[in-house]
């Protein structure tokens, strides 16, 4: 048997997909310039045509064909060498729309394999958001913001090329710098694209991450019933219709809080999030009349609370509040849990007023989905210029 | 006899006798099974139910919501809605009309919903013939819907009655459709006994919907999509409910008896002049008349010819039948179908048989398949002389077409 290669790409659907489709494609037709042969494909259950939600594309490749049939024996690899996570706020776990519960980005990452993180985060940032591993591996960093995109245009930054770059470097086996850039100019005749591969095979450095180094928590997960135990005639228990929210200081109770579906979370999907002055809300209900996911709980008083196990982070909120700098979308990195932002405002209104200032006080670096035309063309030159390294 | 003791004889009569078609006595049925939800649309030969249901909700004999729908798709769609409120429903077609539900039809069996439907058996287009074929109701055998075929108006009411005591167990919870031959049973009128109220309420429980009734007062979300973890478990329910339908169907002709004080033997399947037969000749629907009447000419030939004729084909009763098979020398079995390309070109019910033969070291007779009577042509006395002959020379071990067809010009 011959040598057997697996790379994932994790990615946000819409914004990402044309990205990730190019980055396993790209794989494929680079190891090919060397006489390997692979193939390229989307996880099935995932659903890449949803805003931000998090998918998996694979390139699987291998030194001779029947070594290529025993990678395509299971549809999706067991383990991989090479995990690309082309969106840093992914690192806090992904859970597919096909729920699987929130999986950790370097879970299927063999002993020793590397994480590829697209960030202008500090690897210590991306370490303490990625769940922990009983395996050594190692992290490596591509600078850049990050790549988002719609589905029918294409952001072209050059972070496809530049992965390839860096696979290049951190797996020599799969394919040379000389077969990605013969890929590149065979697929998009750019002599800039091949400069940016070179350039980032060039930079590229990895770090080791020790056995049970970063997040701590235990990704929720749920055993799937067996035939007999699941309710006949494809029907499901309906959520509960809800309950009163505990006031953390006086413990009275009020307001509303919807029961929420316990095994699909989604707010992994996030790469914003909103952050609510409760000082200056006015109460007027339009985030959560217009919430496209009911996150907001009823606080006692009647204020509103995005509950951060609900929300995925559309911006809906920020762009209907009437009240200047009361609901600000915040990049999702800037946060390590889901706690509540009502409760901490109960517990301590002036502690509550600093931590506000200072996440909301550097204007977001990222789109969460709401952008206007020419947006790219004002994003592009920066992402270049990271690109040509000077 | 003077006429008030006419009258007072009648009164006495716990039973009464009607001259009606095999669509009225199915329409006579959701009377008694006092049906909730009743969907329309018209296509021969299933309009003659839907007419004679709308007649006796005119005349207030019946009381149900009685909806006439824009096509099949949305008559099937609304009783489904409806059974899953809780309400017993009755809906049929023909032909195409039952393929244009076929999405429907699909979802139905998946959603554990015990749909009640007549299946007025009608060739399917092209060429628009009105005539009795069976590939309509067949086009589902594979989709969770129990399927009986019967062949006088009789059996039709009493089936109607059996097949919501069957659907509405709640180990089926599984749609049922009786199937109709066109024209032979559905337009020809004969005399019909139609039981009591009384005794049909001892026999039919009211529809009880449990768990899974779709209510406020049981708030529960019904068919949410679900992928390949979900799909195999799901199929394998519904594998269970139809396995389980076999014991139901058993207990429901034996209460059937029981309270009705008539009898149909298996409930499977009917024998007739089987008990000393050399060859079987195997069918389903109408066409047992004309093969009845050539099996006794024929016996005063000397000919022991026996008769099957298959009530259920979903379920089918496997074992029983290859039991009874395999006492004949060798079997001929009649289809009012086809399934082009099919193993040896036979036509379904062919194929049924040879597989449910085929396990186990049993005898294992061999079988000839004949398609006949398309399109509403009438299998003919000789037609079935014909075919007999051809299952003496399968006996005889003579080579000859396994598929063959009968009543075709050539």
Redesign the interface.
Known sequence: MGRLFAIEIIYRGIFQKTLATRISRTIVLAAHQEGKMGISFGRYGDSPERNGIPAKNFAIVATDEQTLQEGMAKYEPKEVDVTIVVDDTLCKGVESWAWYGLQPVNRLLKSGGTLIVTSRETPETIIAMTHRKQTPYNLSILKGTVSFSGLWVYKDDHTDVRILGAIAKILPDLFSLQSVQKAIISEWKSELKAISAANAHERTTSIPVKPNQGNPEVPYHFTLPKWHEMREGISIPSIPAGHEMDDPKTHAEGGFQPDRNPTFLKFSTRTMRPVVNFDTCIKCTLCWLQCPDSCFDVTPEGLYDANMKACCGCGVCEAVCPVKNCVTMVNETEFTDNSSQWESWRKDKHSYKVWLEEKIKNPAERSHGFRYRGQYEEQIPEMLEIASGK | MAVATVIEEQKKRTEETALITGSEAIAVACKLADVDVITAYPIRPYDTVMQYVCKLVANGEMDCEYICAEGEHSQFEIVKHASACGARVFCGSSGVGWMYAMEALTVTP????PMIAMVGNRALDDPGAFGVEHNDALAVRDLGWQLVWVDTAQEALDTALIAYRVAEDRRV?LPLAISCDGAFLTHSQALVKIPTQKKVNEFLPPYNRG??LLHPDN??????Q?????V???R??NY??MERSYQVVKEAYADFERIFGRSYGNPFFEEYMTEDADIVLVGMGTLSIPVKVAIRQMRKEGKRVGFVRMRWFRPFAAEELSKSLQRFSAIGVIDRDYSFGSPYLGGVLAGEVRHALYPGNGKKPPVVGFICGLGGREVTVPNVEQMANAVYNAADGKAQPLTQWIGLRE
Do not use: H, K, S, Y
């Open positions: 998946a959603l554990r919903i919870f768990d899974l708030p529960i979300t019904v068919a949410p679900g992928n390949e973890d979900w195999m478990e799901i394998r329910q269970a409910a």
